[in-house]
């Protein structure tokens, strides 16, 4: 007989750890039309070794977005593949490298990987500690290069204001470090205003973008690319083509067919609807959290970020919680130091069904450890 052996029930596992879209968000049969669309044109260079700078239409579709030469556009497999290049290559160990605290853990980690001094600079909920990275060069630690993520940040969910940018790119203006804005989240926005990003907004040649089709498209295509001045895109180039030669061209030949058939705006929307309703259940499970939980639910994206309160560990029960079934990311992976009472949830990569049982779960958890 079922349960007769009394084994305890193992918790379907619901994971906020991943920042992945939903099964629903992925749009297979718009990837097989544009993907067939893209053999039927041009068969023979997407199934050749191209070049390391990506494939030409799509370079060409992107320089077009951006107002830029396309030889400013590097494409590649994934945009975190991208920033290891422009680690390897424009930056050397010992650098010192300015990165939101909190930031994307896989960016601090290979910031580490890479011998880099970091100088972590605090996010408030209208992004970017500005006053911070001021009083920072001011007191000689002016950083080599700024890693920013300005809107719906991973993982804060904060987005970096249009007062802010203008005074950081003042602050560009002064100092002449490197900025790279990586921005994979913009697109997905709930409500309010787009904000004009720091590379569109700049006035010369300091400001990198960064951006990828993983989060409004498919990230199983790994397309991602950097706009970047001409020299350091060659030098990416360069560094792409002596590691895996040409990046997966189908992949990006789809992609250049996506947008100029005219299709991404409306898997955007899609997506962007997906999302929402997601981001909504979470913020009623917020609830289940227990008081004097912090939270500023984002207006776009991927991301909740929750501060515990005090005496409450999100690294302590982090097992507990994988035990009630539910996996988070830790704060404290998303910086250099401390940040043991925060977590990031992903509501992206789950229904709302499961964000309900999830948030109810996850909170009995810290709330039996708050008593
Ligand atoms: C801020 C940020 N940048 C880059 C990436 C990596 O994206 P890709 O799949 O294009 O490598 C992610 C993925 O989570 C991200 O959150």
Not at 145 to 154: A, K, V
Not at 344 to 358: D, K, M, N, T
């Amino acid at each position: 007989m079922p349960g007769s052996l009394n084994c305890p029930a193992v918790p379907t596992a619901i994971s906020f750890a991943r920042g992945a879209p939903c099964p629903e968000a992925l749009s297979g049969d718009l990837i097989a039309t544009c993907t067939a669309a893209a053999l039927a044109a041009d068969a023979t260079r997407v199934l050749s070794y191209g070049t390391g700078q990506g494939y030409p239409p799509l370079r060409e579709v992107l320089a077009h977005e951006h107002g830029v030469s396309s030889d400013q556009v590097f494409v590649t497999n994934g945009s975190l593949q991208g920033y290891v290049f422009l680690l390897e290559t424009l930056l050397s160990p010992g650098d010192l490298i300015a990165v939101e605290a909190p930031t994307y853990d896989r960016a601090l980690l290979q910031l580490r990987l890479h011998g880099m001094q970091v100088l972590p600079v605090g996010v408030q909920t209208d992004g970017l500690d500005i006053d911070a990275l001021a009083a920072a060069c001011a007191a000689g630690r002016v950083p080599k290069l700024l890693y920013t993520i300005p809107n719906f940040q991973n993982p804060s969910g904060a987005t970096l204001s249009a007062e802010k940018r203008t005074a950081l790119l003042e602050l560009v203006d002064r100092y002449g470090f490197w900025v790279l804005e990586d921005d994979p989240y913009g697109k997905l926005r709930f409500e309010g205003d787009a904000i004009t990003g720091l590379f569109a907004a700049h006035q010369g040649d300091k400001v990198m973008f960064t951006s990828s089709f993983s989060k409004t498209v498919a990230p199983g295509l790994r397309v991602g690319y950097i706009v970047a001045p001409k020299d350091v895109a060659a030098t990416l180039a360069a560094a792409a083509s002596r590691t895996y030669i040409s990046p997966s061209l189908l992949a990006e030949a789809a992609i250049a067919h996506l947008v100029t058939g005219g299709y991404l705006p409306g898997n955007i929307a899609h997506v962007t609807d997906l999302m929402r309703e997601r981001r909504d259940a979470m913020v009623d499970g917020l609830v289940h959290m227990p008081a004097g939980t912090v939270c500023a639910p984002p207006q776009g994206g991927f991301f909740m970020w929750l501060e515990l309160p005090e005496g409450l560990s999100a690294d302590g029960l982090f097992d507990q919680a994988a035990a009630a079934g539910i996996a988070y990311v830790k704060g404290s992976d998303c910086v250099l130091d401390g940040g043991e009472r925060t977590l990031r949830l992903a509501y992206s990569g789950v229904s709302p069904a499961e964000i309900a049982e999830g948030m109810l779960r996850l909170g009995a958890v810290f709330r039996a450890a708050a008593v």
